[in-house]
């Protein structure tokens, strides 16, 4: 019964959410030389990877109402995923966030909540909405099984279509890469996981080193903002620290080329945080020379103003 | 015997290109107010639809060889097709193309004639081959009914998916719009077909009205370059004088709001060209409100500068 019921969630999951667009580029392989196919997230719902992890946190918790303290993807997956099942969401987001990701969550229907994080830091509003609505459920935009469990539908795709033998993603809190090493043992599969992680923000490659979680002592202001976390979280150390075949350590430099060259050659928008798998080809092609290489684009969204500072390689 | 070979051919045709890409955005419908879903060829092999005409061209012609006059996704669409069939292709491009666009052509094997048009045209220089390749097949982007042939697979695709009332597409020698419309016909769909066209090269809105093909006097210089040509082919005029519903004049400033909107909203990276169909429901929304609209994205090929200068509202 359990397991039908788990059968049930995870079939509504993958209906829930779109499947991963594929992009084969014949000129961007050349250039890497390496043969490389992305799966692109920028599609997905709310724009990135976050909407699998969020809708399966929105339907598994029992409560009808989630607090997450967000100013980016995740905040927007959690708004849409609660607008689709009928649940409230609540997105603490630093009063310096920008309009035009405010407005996101807001169109999606959820609550934001604006906070001077001169005053009080994110996760102290977060504990203040929890005594407000004491029953609220705490959303982690990684450090958490149902996240982690959500991200791992994207390994199944990876796995699904075939013929991959290495799979590169970025990792900040490391909750896509933790997903996409639970899909490939869940299925048995030889299929390896690495990691591209910005060189200014490399905790998640010096844990590895280190045999345990090292922490940023101050955010890195890498141009991947999706990877300016703190550190990885427990949920997903526990699953990498194993798991993981190596983390490759991407300069800002070869961020940025790789966002250039996947919108020349793969005539793709990516936000870039999504430009560490390519990044991690160029900087460490011997890795991935002679193999079938899966690189994940994470997500699209990222402000024109950006994107285009990066095109214009100034 | 010979409507099976047709039929082996059509499946031929579908298995080699990559079926569109399907773009729901909730947020760009909700701006345009009008129910829009994106079928997008930008990630179509050599990331435009042209490659459709260019596969059922060059697999349907006897000749192992094709010359044809091209400076943007039609020669590198035949470029790639040549390669993938095991034939020659000869694209005459101007001297002054972009190194980028020879670089593509030539990157997908084919022959690339740079000629000098200050002194010589460019069908003039591609008569001068066929001196020298007598046997060689002609290529024309859009006035040739394997061409219109081949586009109407994207038309079977949006049939296929279902549930659309209008389909609106760019227009400028109509080998896209004649073959929606050939599409529609074939299948006995209800499906409306539109043009959207920029309102500087009106040609084909004025021809419509005439009841006769205009031609535009001077090559008009819209920022959609993939609608600048002369005048509709013969082949699509016979199709589209009776079969299109209506032909949407689309400003330039619209054209690029429209480019804008899909990078914002929906993640895509669309040439300009690309954004008529969108700019066409901003223009004339009464014409798709309360209907349910496809928006073909034609390509996605463009240089970065011109992409940014577009994005930046400038």
């Known amino acids: 019964m359990q397991a039908e019921m788990k059968m049930d969630l995870n079939d509504q999951l993958r209906q829930a959410v779109r ?47 989630i607090v997450t303290a967000s100013s980016g993807n995740f905040g927007q997956a959690i708004a849409r995923a609660c607008a689709e099942l009928g649940k409230q969401a609540i997105i603490v987001m630093p009063h310096t966030s920008a309009q035009v990701k405010v407005d996101a969550v807001r169109e999606y ?10 005053v009080k830091g994110r996760q102290e509003r977060v504990a203040e909405l929890l005594e407000e609505y004491p029953t609220a459920y705490v959303g982690s935009a990684y450090d958490d099984p149902w996240v982690i469990e959500g991200n791992s539908t994207l390994g199944d795709e990876i796995i699904e279509r075939g013929g991959f033998d290495i799979v590169v993603a970025p990792v900040g809190g490391g909750g896509l890469t933790s997903g996409l090493v639970l899909a490939s043992q869940r299925a048995g599969s030889s299929l390896e996981v690495f ?24 955010e890195p202001m890498t ?6 976390t703190p550190s990885l979280g427990q949920h997903n150390w526990a699953i990498l620290k194993d798991g993981i075949s190596g983390i490759v350590e991407v300069p800002e430099d ?11 050659y793969a005539n793709l928008k990516v936000e870039p945080t999504s430009a560490l798998g390519v990044g991690a080809v160029m900087v460490q092609p011997e890795l991935f020379r002679d193999k ?9 969204n990222v402000d024109p103003d950006v994107f285009c500072e990066i095109l214009s390689g100034s």
Chains 1, 2 share one sequence.
């Open 19 to 65: 499947p991963t667009t594929w992009v084969e580029s014949p000129r961007l392989s050349k250039r890497l030389d390496v043969d490389v196919t992305i799966a692109s997230e920028s599609l997905q719902h709310t724009g990135s990877f976050k909407y699998r992890a969020a809708y399966n946190v929105v339907s598994r918790m029992e409560q009808d109402r």
């Open 109 to 118: 229907g959820a609550t934001v909540d604006l906070t001077d994080v001169r």
């Open 195 to 218: 990691g591209a992680e910005p060189l200014m923000a490399n905790d998640a490659a010096r844990s590895l080193r280190a045999g345990e979680i090292i922490k940023n002592e101050v």
């Open 223 to 228: 141009i991947a903002d999706g990877a300016r």
């Open 254 to 264: 070869k961020i940025r080329e790789a966002l250039r060259m996947m919108f020349v």
């Open 292 to 300: 079938k290489v899966c690189c994940v684009v994470s997500g699209g």
